[in-house]
Protein backbone atom coordinates (compact mmCIF):
# COMPACT_ATOMS: atom_id res chain seq x y z
CA UNK A 1 0.00 0.00 0.00
CA UNK A 2 1.48 3.60 -0.83
CA UNK A 3 1.08 6.52 0.60
CA UNK A 4 -0.44 9.52 -1.78
CA UNK A 5 2.01 11.89 -1.02
CA UNK A 6 -0.12 14.77 -2.84
CA UNK A 7 -3.11 13.94 -0.44
CA UNK A 8 -0.51 14.72 2.73
CA UNK A 9 1.18 17.20 1.51
CA UNK A 10 -2.06 19.43 0.84
CA UNK A 11 -3.29 18.60 4.29
CA UNK A 12 0.02 19.28 6.21
CA UNK A 13 -0.52 22.79 3.63
CA UNK A 14 -4.03 23.49 5.05
CA UNK A 15 -2.97 22.91 8.72
CA UNK A 16 0.37 25.64 8.17
CA UNK A 17 -2.44 28.24 6.61
CA UNK A 18 -5.43 27.35 9.33
CA UNK A 19 -2.62 28.02 11.67
CA UNK A 20 -0.82 31.62 10.31
CA UNK A 21 -4.77 32.71 9.12
CA UNK A 22 -5.31 32.30 13.35
CA UNK A 23 -2.00 33.74 14.33
CA UNK A 24 -2.59 37.15 11.94
CA UNK A 25 -6.54 37.21 13.30
CA UNK A 26 -4.96 37.29 16.97
CA UNK A 27 -2.77 39.68 16.34
CA UNK A 28 -5.31 42.01 13.98
CA UNK A 29 -8.05 41.42 16.86
CA UNK A 30 -5.16 42.82 19.85
CA UNK A 31 -4.24 45.58 17.28
CA UNK A 32 -7.55 46.51 15.58
CA UNK A 33 -7.64 49.94 17.27
CA UNK A 34 -4.06 51.04 16.30
CA UNK A 35 -5.20 52.99 13.67
CA UNK A 36 -7.14 54.87 16.15
CA UNK A 37 -6.94 58.57 16.04
CA UNK A 38 -4.92 60.25 19.10
CA UNK A 39 -7.77 62.32 19.37
CA UNK A 40 -10.42 59.51 20.16
CA UNK A 41 -8.09 57.65 22.43
CA UNK A 42 -8.86 59.01 25.54
CA UNK A 43 -12.56 57.65 24.62
CA UNK A 44 -11.34 54.43 23.18
CA UNK A 45 -9.89 53.74 26.69
CA UNK A 46 -12.75 55.06 28.61
CA UNK A 47 -15.73 53.44 26.57
CA UNK A 48 -14.13 50.23 27.72
CA UNK A 49 -13.27 51.30 31.06
CA UNK A 50 -17.18 51.64 31.16
CA UNK A 51 -18.24 48.50 30.07
CA UNK A 52 -15.10 46.85 32.06
CA UNK A 53 -13.47 45.69 29.12
CA UNK A 54 -9.77 46.15 27.98
CA UNK A 55 -9.44 47.69 24.32
CA UNK A 56 -7.39 44.39 23.45
CA UNK A 57 -10.00 42.12 24.74
CA UNK A 58 -12.00 41.26 21.98
CA UNK A 59 -14.11 38.88 23.10
CA UNK A 60 -15.22 40.79 26.15
CA UNK A 61 -16.35 43.59 23.14
CA UNK A 62 -17.80 41.20 21.38
CA UNK A 63 -20.16 39.44 24.12
CA UNK A 64 -23.90 40.19 23.20
CA UNK A 65 -24.83 43.81 23.81
CA UNK A 66 -21.56 45.01 25.00
CA UNK A 67 -20.12 46.25 21.42
CA UNK A 68 -22.96 48.26 20.47
CA UNK A 69 -23.17 49.97 24.12
CA UNK A 70 -19.46 50.48 24.02
CA UNK A 71 -19.61 52.03 20.28
CA UNK A 72 -22.23 53.94 21.80
CA UNK A 73 -20.26 55.49 25.01
CA UNK A 74 -17.05 55.70 22.56
CA UNK A 75 -19.52 58.50 19.91
CA UNK A 76 -21.27 60.06 23.33
CA UNK A 77 -17.79 60.90 24.50
CA UNK A 78 -16.31 61.85 21.33
CA UNK A 79 -18.94 64.13 19.89
CA UNK A 80 -18.76 65.70 23.81
CA UNK A 81 -15.23 66.15 23.73
CA UNK A 82 -13.03 68.94 21.66
CA UNK A 83 -10.40 66.69 21.06
CA UNK A 84 -10.94 65.42 17.41
CA UNK A 85 -11.24 68.91 16.18
CA UNK A 86 -11.47 67.96 11.86
CA UNK A 87 -13.89 66.28 10.40
CA UNK A 88 -11.37 63.72 8.96
CA UNK A 89 -10.38 62.68 12.57
CA UNK A 90 -13.61 62.46 13.95
CA UNK A 91 -14.98 60.11 11.00
CA UNK A 92 -11.37 58.13 11.12
CA UNK A 93 -12.67 57.43 14.88
CA UNK A 94 -15.77 56.31 14.31
CA UNK A 95 -14.55 53.95 11.30
CA UNK A 96 -11.83 52.80 13.51
CA UNK A 97 -14.96 52.05 16.47
CA UNK A 98 -16.86 50.35 14.23
CA UNK A 99 -14.27 47.66 12.97
CA UNK A 100 -14.13 45.55 15.91
CA UNK A 101 -13.80 42.35 14.64
CA UNK A 102 -16.48 40.43 15.77
CA UNK A 103 -15.56 37.33 13.84
CA UNK A 104 -14.79 33.80 15.72
CA UNK A 105 -12.08 32.32 14.76
CA UNK A 106 -13.08 28.38 14.42
CA UNK A 107 -11.71 25.61 12.38
CA UNK A 108 -14.24 23.58 11.29
CA UNK A 109 -13.24 19.70 9.34
CA UNK A 110 -10.54 19.69 7.24
CA UNK A 111 -10.31 17.27 4.27
CA UNK A 112 -9.03 13.82 5.42
CA UNK A 113 -5.79 12.26 3.49
CA UNK A 114 -6.42 8.99 1.91
CA UNK A 115 -4.18 6.48 1.62
CA UNK A 116 -4.51 4.48 -1.40
CA UNK A 117 -2.41 3.71 -4.92
CA UNK A 118 -1.16 6.53 -6.73
CA UNK A 119 -2.77 7.45 -9.47
CA UNK A 120 -0.67 6.28 -12.84
Same mark, same amino acid.
Given at each position: ?12 ? *? +?? $?STNALALEER ?16 ? +?????? @?? #?? =??? =?? #?? #?? @??? *??? +??? =? +??? #??SSSASCLTRS ?15 ? $? ?11 ? =???
Open positions: MKLNITHIVSTAC *L +FI $ASQREWWSEMPECGLKCL +FKAAER @LN #CD =VGD =VK #CL #CE @LGT *LRR +FQL =V +FEE #CLDYTKALKVIYSVPCVV $ATIGPVPTATIGP =VPL
